[in-house]
């Protein structure tokens, strides 16, 4: 599958995303649910065929992993949607993944068949599978955090702060097993489970700041503003360990986590 084709494909699921998005603000959820559930079955049907015709999981570079975070927004926003009926979540997650899929046409990555010994593992592709699902569902819970701090009028935030705390402890699961996997997978490689190695590092320091949210929830159930700040610190940091550290000269020829770009 030639990525020259990705337009395609893209442009059908980002029209039934939004057409999606269009029908739960109608209150027509048979349709909502029915167009973003075909929107995410043409996406997927994409990385499946680029799976097959490089002979190996479409994982390797940050292009590829923008694909697998286009596809899990829509998906987590149509979970949320079916838990809570919130109406405009499929707007927001249609939204930002339409932001990725127009980072990836106007910014097309390299996508060869060359797979390094270490990335041959079984855990490479679960592990970066289950972090993208961990950083879509983060994703919807820091919406849900500035939604709360700058939009929503009135007291009455039960709800969403239900939702919030939700999203992020499923969130912190899916993150938590994508470490394990990938503790097993460096055991595998290069013979130990954790070396601090600079992504290594920022992996462990977001993993505890929304660790952090979930106590301060916890232990201070009546202060949800400062909660909410930490969350949108802790989804920056998100940021910094996913793509930032590529810029770091710390990582440079170092890290064995960058993403490659050719």
């Not at 950083?135 to 849900?144: D, P």
């Amino acid at each position: 599958m030639s990525w020259s084709y990705f337009i395609v494909f893209a442009l059908v699921s980002v029209v039934l995303w939004v057409a999606g998005a269009w029908a739960a603000w109608r209150d027509r959820r048979t349709l909502a649910f029915a167009t973003t559930g075909l929107g995410l079955a043409v996406f997927f049907s994409y990385i499946v065929m680029m799976w097959i015709a490089l002979e190996r999981p479409p994982l390797r570079t940050m292009g590829e992993t923008r694909l697998w975070y286009s596809f899990f927004l829509p998906l987590a926003g149509i979970i949320v949607y079916s838990r809570w009926r919130y109406k405009w979540i499929l707007s927001f997650s249609a939204l930002l993944a339409t932001v990725f899929v127009c980072v990836n046409l106007f910014k097309p990555e390299i996508h060869s068949k060359t797979l390094m010994p270490a990335l041959q593992s079984p855990w490479f592709a679960p592990h970066v599978i289950v972090y993208m699902m961990a950083y879509a569902l983060l994703g919807a819970a820091v919406v849900m955090a500035v939604y709360l701090l700058f939009f929503k009028r009135g007291n009455d935030t039960d709800k969403e702060i239900d939702i919030t705390d939700n999203l992020t402890y499923v969130g912190l699961v899916f993150m938590t097993l994508g470490m394990l996997m990938g503790a097993l997978w460096a055991k595998e490689a290069w013979g130990h489970y954790w070396s601090w190695d600079p992504k290594e590092t920022w992996a462990a320091i977001t993993w505890l700041s929304y660790l952090i949210y979930i106590h301060y929830r916890q232990y201070r159930p009546h202060k949800i503003r400062p909660a909410l700040w930490v969350l949108i610190i802790a989804f920056c940091l998100l940021q910094m360990c996913w793509w930032g550290i590529n810029y770091l000269s710390s990582a440079q020829g170092m890290s064995v986590h960058t993403y490659n770009m050719n």
